[in-house]
């Protein structure tokens, strides 16, 4: 546990036959993309209704493609600024300086391109699945495309990230962590700026929509007279398809990051291969999951995916196992040049045990998640029986399902990360078997992809057949039904999300320690002698570094909230003046102009992704270099801590809520247009930002902040020791960051809440 | 910062002069207890209105004590266990063991006694208050009754704080750190169940008669036809009253507790005297600001008790200043007995600086909630305003001002402990020095107490005006004008007592250092070796201890919220049977039956504490023996971080919603029995027990663990280490916690969620 037991080690080479590994290992990411063409083409064949669905579907389409080009824009200014001060930073040499550049534009490139298939895929796959509830039978196969097309993204995700893990590899072998670094940050940064934007734009329009349309005019959702249901629609695909893709890509290509880096040092040769065969293994699994998803009849469409989840993940874990055994040694003497070949254990049982708690881990917040979020089990019932004394109890039982579902959730991931740590006296490879519960986790991605995008295509699927009103009987009540499952397994996939974010970032500690170490030694300081680097817990600035991370998270949470307030504030006032303008629009005689909704939250969604987002690239930065890296490691702790704490709280909370007005939609406690109702719509529109905005968004946050301290570790070491200007420099970085976060804050404060101003006063004269 | 550094060295013995200073500050503390008589006196003097209003005040007066009586024989039972288990814990020989497990009663004696008090008086004052306020003139006599019947609990709470710390130093000089945290776990222990229990109690009774009155029957807030309205006042008695005197008294004592222990061993015998001088000064300046306290004609309430807060903060800062550079030398080698007299700076000058940190936090915190709770501030005004657009963006709203104030506060606190640790490069003297900050912060509490009890106080002599329907007109005005400054002066008392919380818990990771530090040299084993043992943020570990720590705060805020909720539910029911059974109620011909909803409170208050009690003493119990010391630091590194941001986000956003009912009930955006009026009632519900249950008893709970820890941490080394008979123990002791708190939680789960089940359900029947 000493300072200088991580310094890193020259990696292993890599054999004929080991390369011969990772080359079937890129083979297989390759398949999983032709997979994932085949889905494709089969999701495209479908049938696409009537010609008012494929307008509106149209509409749809075009304004999600035009915020993503406009986003894609933004990011590659914001990417190109990155990719010069990454030259900056500390590397061994030119070769791994470009290499880290390069393969961060490579991971924010993948990122990017997963979030934008996601999107123009649910796109086309909406108005197939409407299409095909109206059908004779529809059911089973409605349910087919929602999934399938899931099943297209799902393998999209892990074939681009077990490829391009597979080529770093192939390169570098296990020379270079910083090129990993490089590939995982850009996949995180971009991730999270697609799930903040994605987020706001998509909540903006849905509380906007709801705020005018239900709440003040009595008009149903996705009603069209409503001019703000097509940007409703477009914000169902920006936000839960693109957003949520590029997240859980950079979730699979994180995790896989920080086994790859830990790897060659703890298992030699075989631990830069094992944690590329693992999630190989899942993909073959997940195809399987996808294929053999099928509802019977009269059963849940949410038992059915939660079967074939079981059932590959049963699969994944004994072809690892085989895997493990045949793969790797029984002694660490027997492995092909780790660090220490004379620990104890069996790298084999290491490695089997591991990914088994990964993939046990994620059968427990598939359950915790369906139990906390489903309408069927006694939490939601519950919210939703307290409708019956009003809003405000609504509200406290939905926030304590949040609380004591993150409670649990917590608990399950840190007796995981226990559990792995137990593994091994030594402490890289325990921080490698964390890394690897990690791997065992993504074997469940391909799936759990699957299962996430069916949300939003059922919800859109339903938007388009309420606004086209070509759609209604039993096709509608298929819809409704589609669509409640995927409130829960929306839900599932941010636990599943935020587990990735804790086995990550717990393994990257290593590399931080490692970052760390390195320079200290190579500068020749006993850093025992450092306030600065203290990594004890007990040391005040440590324990303020933890304040510091657990406060960033609350602020991101607060800030991304603030901000859909403000854009649905705008969006408000937008379909207000719309209505007031045009009685048209009221009887049905008028179209309203979309359009102009949908350039309002593309504007307002870009514009306040930026204070978030800075705040955390800057966060972490003002706090290494004002602070030092002692406090730096407790910051990333408080906030890996909290993080997932509010990530959970905030997702199960607002799917708690929005299951609950379903169970009153659906005739319970009064049934639809009752006070019961009134008061789950208030509890819903609560949620929206909870589950849609804040909550998604702090799993990559986590990815992010973590990777940028990994990053300025050795920079901040440098300018620790030695002379005085060094100082000076440090002082001078920490409070630019400061001052950019604080003029961030400021910019996005002047704004105002929107929603509490002008245009509520506006419309209440309006109104008058 | 190494493991050895913080070995005990035998404590200094005291000279007889240094014994003289300790009397006089005894004498000082004395002499609060008599100013505290005088103003009593002045309080009981004052007119006590009509009979009408004396006999509502009088069932006020006996709920309360007949609360405070079984509470207390509750609480004896469960102290009288926890007093035998302290004998079983290590200890120096038998004088400190006998000493720590008295010094706990004294300790829990006096915390029960200070709530018992603030409880007595208030149900006296705010009869006193009601009726001044009926006079000609009445707005200052009434302020003035309200304000110095705080001064009253003021004074006892610093006199008897003061009074046996300074008992402690008398009789075990610093060689008997064990007795002190005997002391400040009494006091700590028994406010955290007189918080959590009253908190309860007072949010049940206001959620319960909030939901029957305003919400289904349309009666205003303290109507008598309301069954629930006496309950309501006698909860803001025992909750605001009781628990939070105990609350600040526990803070008192902790911090001060802190201090001294860490007093010694950094600057030696002085380090024993000095931090009982500062706060003995601010009993001083705390006489002064009391009775400075005076309205100006025109002048808001809260405009003159800040200005005398500032007053008596600046004298203090002037005093301490001067007693330091009188008192303490100018070099380390010049103090008497340091442990390191070799160490450079000037202790004087560190001494100075940490204590003006302190006060200087004390003003920011209040500065800060001020602007975020009160109504002339932009933060209420936009919750005020977000009320025009309904419920929901009130509730998101007020979150993000919760979110956004809480950040604040952590970071202010933060730099407080960065600024104090920053003074020496001494990591003993460093924690000395937040000590010494929180010693800074104690001297405000005497004015911060008389802020807080203004609060329910003016609050009660609402309810009992308005139940009497003898006070009206002007009157009724001034009462309004007290209750609202209340809100905020309530939000501030919390965040300076959380402020407390992390100066005193960051120092007492001193004391834990060096509990394990002693143990380990005892045994005589590398500590470095041991897992269990490592106190390096980067080990999973660790970390998985940082997220316990974490979870345990989100546990505990959920359960309080749910009893509040189960209670609230019990309270509705009863209320909605006495109008069912008796109309004549409804038309004000037939008196409710008051008594039997004090009951329900107090029942189930007394039985729902137990859960979140439980949980807080046994948790750090679970994971000290199951994970070992490294891990349980993590955990209340976690608990610290989490705990300050829900504590200030939990009470800021309830005082927001709060105020911004009093906004639009003072005639904006529609005033009373508007759409916007309804939407911010729901607010303050959800508000309610946010702010006056879960939040506030955040504080007690951070230091309630604290001390456990200290407590176990010799017995967890010893169990750690060598035979596997130790390891076996160390597992069952583990487990018995673990099947305790999941136990307690199971009996509260069967409880169910009453407000969601039965009642409801009954009532709707008997509505229809």
């Known amino acids: 546990m000493s300072w200088q037991y991580l310094a890193a080690e020259g990696g292993p080479t890599l054999t004929g036959g080991d390369r011969g590994i990772v080359v079937v290992v890129a083979v297989i990411a390759l398949a999983a993309l032709a997979v994932g063409y085949v889905l494709l083409k089969e999701v495209l064949a479908a049938g696409q209704g009537t010609t008012k669905m494929q307008d509106i579907a149209k509409a749809v389409q075009e304004g999600a493609g035009a915020y993503l080009k406009r986003q894609r824009n933004t990011l590659t200014i914001f990417g190109a600024i990155v990719f010069v001060l990454l ?114 734009f998509t909540k903006a329009a849905d509380v906007g929509a709801d705020l005018v349309g239900k709440v003040e005019q009595g008009i149903p959702e996705d009603d069209p007279r409503n001019a703000a249901t097509i940007a409703d629609n477009v914000g169902d695909n920006v936000g839960d398809c693109a957003g949520m893709a590029a997240d859980l890509f950079e979730s699979y290509a994180v995790t896989l990051v920080a086994a790859l880096i830990l790897g060659s040092t703890a298992f030699g040769a075989q631990g830069l291969l094992f944690p590329l065969i693992v999630p190989a293994l899942g993909i073959i699994t997940a195809v399987i999951g996808v294929y053999i998803t099928r509802a019977k009849a009269g059963e849940s469409g949410l038992t059915a995916i939660n079967r074939s989840f079981y059932i590959s993940a049963l699969i994944s874990a004994i072809l690892c196992t085989a895997a493990a055994f045949i793969f790797l040694p029984s002694s660490f003497s027997e ?48 919210v939703g029986k307290s409708s019956l004394t009003g809003a405000a109890t609504v509200i406290l039982s939905g926030i304590s399902v949040g609380f004591e579902s993150a409670v649990y959730t917590a608990v399950v ?13 030594s402490l890289f490879v325990a921080l490698f078997a964390v890394a690897l519960a990690g791997c065992g986790l993504l074997t469940t991605v391909g799936v759990i992809v699957a299962m996430d995008t069916f949300g939003p295509v059922s919800d859109n699927a339903q938007g388009i057949a309420e606004m086209s009103g070509d759609v209604d009987g039993e096709g509608a009540a298929i819809l409704t039904e589609l669509d409640a499952v995927g409130n829960t397994t929306k839900a599932i996939t941010k636990g599943i999300a935020i587990a990735t974010a804790v086995l990550a970032a717990t393994a990257l500690f290593g590399s931080y320690l490692t970052a760390i170490t390195e320079k200290v030694t190579e500068i020749g300081v006993d850093p025992s002698d450092i306030a600065a680097f203290s990594l004890s817990i007990v040391s005040p600035n440590v324990l303020v570094g933890v304040i510091l991370g657990a406060a960033v998270v609350f602020m991101f949470s607060g800030l991304a909230v603030n901000a859909v307030s403000r854009a649905a504030g705008a969006v408000v006032y937008e ?148 002379e005085s200007e060094n100082g000076v420099l440090r002082a001078v970085f920490a409070l630019v960051a400061i001052l950019l976060i604080v003029g961030a804050v400021f910019v996005s404060k002047r704004r105002g809440t929107a929603i509490a101003e002008n245009p509520a006063e506006a419309v209440t004269n309006g109104a008058a």
């Open 575 to 722: 379909v207000r003046r719309q209505f007031h303008e045009n009685p048209g629009i009221m009887d049905g005689t008028v179209r309203p102009e979309y359009g102009r909704v949908v350039d309002i939250c593309t504007r307002d969604s870009l514009r306040e992704l930026a204070t978030p987002g800075l705040l955390a690239v800057l966060a972490p930065i003002a706090v290494g270099f004002g602070l030092g890296t002692g406090p730096l490691a407790g910051y990333l702790a408080g906030a890996i801590a909290t993080g997932t704490l509010m990530a959970v709280f905030l997702a199960n909370s607002g799917g708690s809520w929005d299951n609950a007005k379903k169970l009153v939609e659906d005739g319970n406690h009064g049934g639809k247009g009752s006070d019961a109702h009134e008061a789950t719509i208030i509890g819903d529109t609560v949620g929206d930002p909870f589950k849609d905005t804040a909550g998604p968004a702090i799993n990559p946050l986590i990815k992010v902040m973590n990777l940028v301290s990994l990053l300025i570790a050795p920079a901040i070491v440098t300018l620790s020791i030695g």
């Open 87 to 200: 030259f900056f930073l500390p590397a061994d040499g030119w070769g791994e300086r470009i290499g880290r550049s390069l393969f961060f534009v490579i991971g924010a490139g993948f990122s990017f391109a997963i979030g934008y298939l996601g999107m123009w895929l649910a796109t086309q796959a909406n108005l197939r699945v409407a299409a095909a509830a109206r059908e004779q039978g529809g059911r089973e196969t409605a349910m087919r495309i929602a999934f399938r097309t899931g099943g297209v993204v799902g393998m999209s995700t892990v074939g681009l990230g077990l490829f391009g893990a597979a080529i770093v590899v192939l390169v570098y072998a296990g020379d270079a962590p910083k090129v990993l670094e490089g590939f995982g940050f850009g996949a995180a940064l971009i991730a999270m700026f697609m799930r903040v934007g994605g987020g706001i």
């Open 335 to 382: 492995l092909d040049g780790p660090s220490d070949p004379s620990i104890g254990g069996n790298p084999a049982v290491i490695a089997t045990v591991a990914v088994i708690i990964g993939i046990v881990l994620a059968g427990i917040i598939l359950w915790l998640t369906g139990y906390f979020t489903g309408t069927e089990y006694k939490p939601v019932k519950d």
């Open 413 to 425: 991931i840190g007796a995981s990360v226990y559990g792995a740590f137990l593994l091994s006296g």
